[in-house]
């Protein structure tokens, strides 16, 4: 089965459904039209020049510059990580927190996939570890923004009950045990869904994609999984280490409630 | 009866974002009532001395710094009763291990009140449930925080009579925060006063 190249008529085709869209939202005085053609314009610019870096970076296998690409993106998760907190911690840890969770669940479980799973010679082969590593960030990146907003949301709305059982002499791990349970919950929900639908309601994205691009479904289907399985150890891991290390530093050596580490809410 | 020469828990140089230089010393068995307006910073003080808000200085609890405790050991030998008590579980029975019955019996609570609804409780039963889930502990030094403010008459004489008892059994200390002048000349041999961060003892 031959690939079929899409041309930029192809393109422009689909790109005039959007503008009869935002055409009908501005008849319809809905006020999203501008915001609409903004968006489309934006992930067509976003998305070809990720294709062209690709294209570069595919050609040249250069460790340093795979090295810089993963870097951003790193980069850019961890500031949408902060960004979807209502009370984020104050100081390094509001970024470095979310940036150091998943740079240790993302990149230790894409190392692995490339070296044990998929075996691909060399492990940094860009083909592979540039589209592995972003599916992973952006599923991590959902799973611990959810588990840590949960976490200093509820830290916060519960704080008297905590306090109540310090001044009773509990450990912190034991006055906070509840709320970890849960934002930890929470952070796996996402994954979760998406394996329980997946084939039945939804067709994963990346399956979609390489199905449309040719593959035969079961060698797609296999990849979805594999793609799945390792999200899931992604957003976990991620998670357990978010919030291990964030409930951890709501509390000081002398196991205070320490709320002032955190800043007002925002919005 | 003349005081013990050394102190069961004394503090000093206690310092705070807004108490300064504070010393206090409590003896065994002594209540010592503390008074003051709203906002002089006595429950600021409390949570200072239970170690929940960060502060600085010298504070010890029969002769040990409070440094050889950790924070959770420290609090069940200081317990406080802030003035407002706070249930984390569907039923009171969960909130302490071993209920001290007889503090409770006195209380005016039969032991069902272990599978009472926490978020059933009146204010006052709040109150006086709280102040026995404190008791649980054993605890060296109590900081009460105004804990019969809630409270009929019968109510309070009865948390007073728990406390008196409590002190003369363990010889534990006990200071009581409370805006009724009547009821520290009852309970108090000694009396001191906060005022915008400082605390002033008051003879007599």
């Given amino acids: 089965m031959d690939l079929i190249l899409l041309s930029p008529r192809d393109l422009g085709l689909a790109a005039a459904l959007v503008c009869l869209l935002a055409a009908l939202s501005w008849m319809l005085r809905l006020g999203i039209g501008r915001q609409l053609l903004v968006a489309a314009a934006r992930g067509t610019v ?8 690709l294209k570069t970076l595919f050609a040249q296998t250069s460790l340093w510059l795979i090295a810089a690409m993963t870097a951003v993106m790193l980069a850019v998760a961890g500031y949408e990580v902060m960004a979807r907190q209502q009370r984020r911690f104050r100081g390094s ?21 490339l070296t044990v799973v998929i075996r691909v010679e060399p492990w940094y082969q860009p083909q592979y570890l540039i589209p592995l590593l972003g599916m992973l960030l952006g599923n991590t990146m959902s799973g611990i923004a959810i588990a840590l907003d949960n976490l200093t949301r509820n830290t916060w709305e519960q704080r008297h009950a905590i306090e109540a059982r310090l001044m ?7 006055a906070i045990a509840g709320i970890r349970r849960d934002a930890l919950r929470s952070g796996l929900i996402p994954i979760i869904n998406a394996m329980t639908t997946a084939g039945i309601v939804s067709l994963p994205g990346m399956m979609t994609g390489q199905i449309l691009g040719g593959s035969p479904p079961l060698e797609a289907a296999k990849y979805q999984l594999l793609i799945l399985f390792l999200i899931a150890a992604g957003s976990g891991l991620g998670s357990l280490t978010a919030i291990w290390a964030g409930s951890r530093r709501l509390f000081d050596e002398r196991q205070r409630l320490r709320l002032d580490r955190l800043s007002a809410r925002k919005g | 009866m003349p005081a013990p020469e050394i102190p069961l828990f004394q503090a000093r140089n206690l310092r705070t974002a807004f108490i300064r230089d504070l010393a206090l010393r409590l003896f065994a068995g002594e209540i010592l009532g503390l008074h003051g307006d709203s906002g002089s910073g006595k429950t600021l003080l409390l ?3 239970a170690d929940l808000d960060p502060n600085q200085g010298e504070v010890k609890l029969e002769g040990s710094p409070r440094e050889s405790f950790s924070g959770p050991r420290w609090r069940r030998k200081v317990g406080l009763l802030p003035a407002e008590s706070h249930w984390w579980e569907d039923q009171v029975g969960p909130h302490a291990e071993h209920w001290p019955m007889e503090v409770l019996a006195a209380l005016g609570f039969s032991p069902q009140v272990l599978d009472w609804q926490t978020g059933r409780l ?52 006990a200071l009581w925060v409370s805006h009724d002048p009547a009821q520290l000349a009852r309970l108090a041999r000694r009396r001191a006063m906060m005022k915008e961060g400082r605390l002033t003892m008051e003879d007599g």
Avoid: C
């Fill in chain 2, 47 to 49: 949570r200072a001395l």
């Fill in chain 2, 122 to 173: 009146s204010s006052g039963e709040k109150q006086r449930l709280a102040l026995a889930r404190l008791l649980a502990n054993r605890p060296r030094v109590l900081l009460l925080d105004e804990p019969t403010a809630n409270l009929d008459q019968g109510n309070t004489a009865a948390v007073e009579a728990i406390v008196r008892q409590y002190l003369k059994e363990t010889g534990a200390a």
């Fill in chain 1, 168 to 174: 009773l002499g509990h450990e912190w791990q034991q």
């Fill in chain 1, 46 to 53: 976003q998305l070809m020049l990720l294709g062209m870096i």
């Fill in chain 1, 93 to 113: 840890w509001g970024y470095g927190l979310g940036t150091l969770s998943m740079f240790l669940s993302s990149f230790a479980i894409t190392l692995l996939a």
